[in-house]
């Protein structure tokens, strides 16, 4: 057992959380990490309306009886969703943990403290973790530049981004961002977080609600086989390499390229058809760079199982016994 202020706060077996994930993050597969002992959490703008996000709060429960909760994404946007809408929602609901990622959260933050709700804000750089901490949230996931999704601009990896901000914040850290086996949450555990945050490695799980040959893409890719794009617009996101984000790189690398160019092909309805129909010439898949480090396609159960056999035979083996070698110099003559 490891046990941390991560697993004590969220009443959690271990300290492997769930980051929100568009189209992914649905009753099926947040059910399934809480079952296992982790906390899985609901995307609450891949539901179209507040109500369905109720709808699907209510599927959740009816799938487990342990702790789950709910991400909100607050994105920069022309035709922004009904962020009140679904805050309410979620506090409605009796919903106990929140994650926010994204601009400026301090008023759903507000709302959510005032309810009694746990909040994680997920953030990229050590600066917006501080000024979360002073908003009040409780818990900090902090996402290196290896990660799926949004990296932010400053380019700063897990090894060096999770110490830096270990350094400064006070209150819990997740560690998140190319993490996906035993070996990454015994390091991010050194580094200073008090749990870990993934993504990519729970959408190649059994239950993740989307098409086999998604989860396929991810075994199949390694490494390298990510994009970074628009990074022009400083709004970096990173995707798979695959034939839709390949184009979408060959556009953008034009001088002068606008979005409007790549707005088709970049559509979120696009995304989530790839994920549905198996497709991947559909839309955009967004992968991290741990991608390289995934051969598999278990269960929740059998993932998170064996991330925490893994972790804590390396603490209780391997590290100790590097420990235990250290020989003295009069016993070893
Ligand atoms: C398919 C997919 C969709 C994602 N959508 C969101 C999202 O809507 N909101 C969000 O805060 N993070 C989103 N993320 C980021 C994850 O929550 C998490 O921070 C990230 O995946 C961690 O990096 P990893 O993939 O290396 O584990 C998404 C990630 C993936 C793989």
Redesign the pocket.
Known sequence: MLQTRVTEMFGIDYPIIQ???????RAELVSAISNAGGLGLL?A?TQPTPDDLRREIDRCRAMTDKPFGV?L?ILPSMNAPDYPGYRRAIIESGIKIV?T??HRPQEHVDDFKAHGILVIH?CTAVRHALSAERMGVDVI?I?GF?????PGEDDVPGLVLIPAAADKVKVPMLA?????DGRGLVAALALGAEGI?????F?ATQEAPIHDRIKQLIVESDERSTHLIFRQFRNTGRVCKTPVSDKVVEILRQPGAEFAEVQSLVAGAKGRAA?ETGVIDEGL??????QGLIHDIPTCKELIDTIMRDAESIISDRLAGMVRAKVPQAAAA
């Open positions: 980051g929100g994930m568009m189209w992914v993050g995307t703008l991400n994404t994650e990622a994204g997920k996931s996402d290896e990660c799926a999704g949004h998140s961002g190319g993490i996906g945050n993934m993504g990519t490695r959408c994920l898949v967004w992968t991290g760079q741990v």
